[in-house]
């Protein structure tokens, strides 16, 4: 019992709480009205609206929403220092760095993109 405690406590130790928490990747819901645009993230296509993308936390990443008759929709999206980087603070160096080299220690900002295309005008 003791050692089964111990070994959980080593764990939890050596990992970081934005590992634990958030995880490397993070979910970024797509909407936009008309549904049914095309989504393409970092020039690769994700899906139609809407979606939910994962994404990696520690980079920044550009969306283009493109849908026939419309304007394209361009937006970005940033990384930033997660809130629970500060746990880790208060826990040890160990959980910083584990955080840092996963990417678990960001978060994307906007959490969500949503999006009005906008008719293209006919000349």
């Not at 979606?51 to 970005?76: C, W």
Request: hydrophobic share 45%; glycine share 8%.
């Amino acid at each position: 019992m003791v050692k089964t405690w111990l070994a959980g406590a080593a764990a939890l130790a050596l990992t970081g709480c934005a590992t634990i928490v958030n995880g490397t990747h993070q979910k970024i819901p797509i909407a936009s009205t008309p549904a049914g645009a095309a989504v393409v993230i970092d020039e690769k296509f994700e899906g139609t609206t809407p979606t939910v993308a994962s994404l990696r936390r520690e980079d920044n990443h550009f969306v283009k929403i493109t849908l026939t008759g419309y304007q394209p929709a361009e937006m970005s999206l940033h990384s930033e220092i997660s809130g629970w980087v500060w746990w880790n603070i208060l826990f040890g160096l160990i959980g910083i760095a584990v955080d840092a080299s996963t990417g678990a220690a960001f978060k994307l900002t906007p959490e969500q993109l949503s999006v009005e295309l906008e008719q293209q005008k006919v000349n």
